[in-house]
């Protein structure tokens, strides 16, 4: 089996929106973007990572959280899913909006025009790499040493592989809620089957699970 390149729990609203305008430090989603409202899904699953207190579901939602890492061995984001700088990095000692304990447990792979140094946070090493998505990507898989490697977003970079044509699957979570503008993963998910296989698995917590594989 070849080692596929996996969109995992990417979340939008119905109207496709998955970020705002004007992304800052304070507002990673942008200033018009409410992450609670996108993500609540995630967060009333009893798998979250940040979970505090015991608790959560434990179905449909539950198992697409779960499976977020299972046979993953690298990540590839875009730069703005690493951070709101923009231009040539003027702080390194900034690492991110991760914390000291990323959630990714593996190589990540930031795509960015202006690179600076690898370094590690826990057990997450990032890299920045100025490329085309084929170049990247075929660095992310021999970093993941024979497993799949993940398409982390934001919404631009996964348009890119998409563009390319080099995602295999793709999971999608739509929320019950317009955001009306915004970077849109799509107008509808019908312009993605002259590609893809498509099922939708509705949630009891609302949310609709978008899946889709390789025609």
Request: a negative charge; proline letters at 7%.
């Amino acid at each position: 089996m070849d080692q596929l390149l996996r969109v995992q729990n990417f979340t939008i609203s119905s109207d496709g929106v998955a970020a705002g305008e004007d992304q800052s430090l304070e507002r990673p989603f942008g200033r018009n973007i409410d992450p609670g409202q996108l993500f609540a899904w995630a967060g009333a699953t009893a798998s979250w990572h940040i979970r505090a207190e015991p608790g959560g579901s434990r179905g449909l939602d539950d198992y697409f959280i779960r499976d977020f890492s299972h046979n993953i061995g690298a990540e590839i984001m875009g730069r703005n899913k690493f951070g709101p700088q923009r231009g040539p990095w003027r702080d390194h000692e900034w690492h991110g909006w991760w914390g000291d304990q990323p959630p990714f447990h593996t190589p990540v792979f930031v795509m960015t025009h202006h690179e600076r140094p690898s370094f590690a946070l826990s057990d997450t090493m990032f890299h920045f790499v100025d490329g085309t998505p084929a170049t990247v990507l075929a660095r992310a898989r021999e970093a993941a040493r024979g497993k799949d490697v993940r398409l982390g977003g934001g919404v631009t970079t996964i348009r890119e592989f998409l563009d390319a044509d080099l995602v295999d699957t793709m999971h999608v979570a739509v929320v019950p809620v317009k955001l009306g503008s915004g970077l849109r993963l799509w107008d509808s998910p019908e312009q993605l089957l002259d590609r893809f296989h498509m099922e939708v698995v509705p949630s009891p917590s609302g949310v609709t699970h978008h899946l889709f594989w390789r025609a």
